[in-house]
């Protein structure tokens, strides 16, 4: 079992930047395909963005692109998320996830999930 702690949250200014961290433990990190989700009151959830396990790979939602980007670092199994350019309907608490694929993960097909961090932006 992979157990997920995102950080890096918090409140900034319309145009603006973050960078969302989740650091893993438990099963081998580097096997896993990895992505940020994000859930705005009200709505559902929404996959942001995936990478595979190599980093080779990424998969960003329409709403991101050019704006955020996903990485990874294996030898400190950490997976990041970094904001640019946020905009007020980025608010949201995000969510990393762990899972088998990249397709799987983007659909949201993940066997672990962190607890979520706050992310609010200002207009």
């Known amino acids: 079992q992979v157990q997920l702690v995102e950080s890096g949250g918090g409140l900034v200014q319309a145009g603006g930047s973050l960078r969302l961290s989740c650091a893993a433990s438990g099963r081998t990190f580097n096997n896993y395909a990895m992505g940020w989700f994000r859930q705005a009151p009200g709505k559902e959830r929404e996959s942001v963005a995936a990478i595979t396990w190599s980093g080779g790979s990424t998969y960003y939602a329409d709403s991101v692109k050019g704006r955020f980007t996903i990485s990874r670092d294996n030898a400190q199994n950490t997976v990041y998320l970094q904001m640019n350019k946020l905009k007020p309907e980025d608010t949201a608490v995000y969510y990393c996830?762990?899972?088998?694929?990249?397709?799987?993960?983007?659909?949201?097909?993940?066997?672990?999930w962190g607890q979520g961090t706050q992310v609010t932006v200002s207009s």
């Open positions: 996830a762990a899972g088998l694929l990249l397709r799987s993960v983007v659909m949201g097909d993940s066997f672990s």
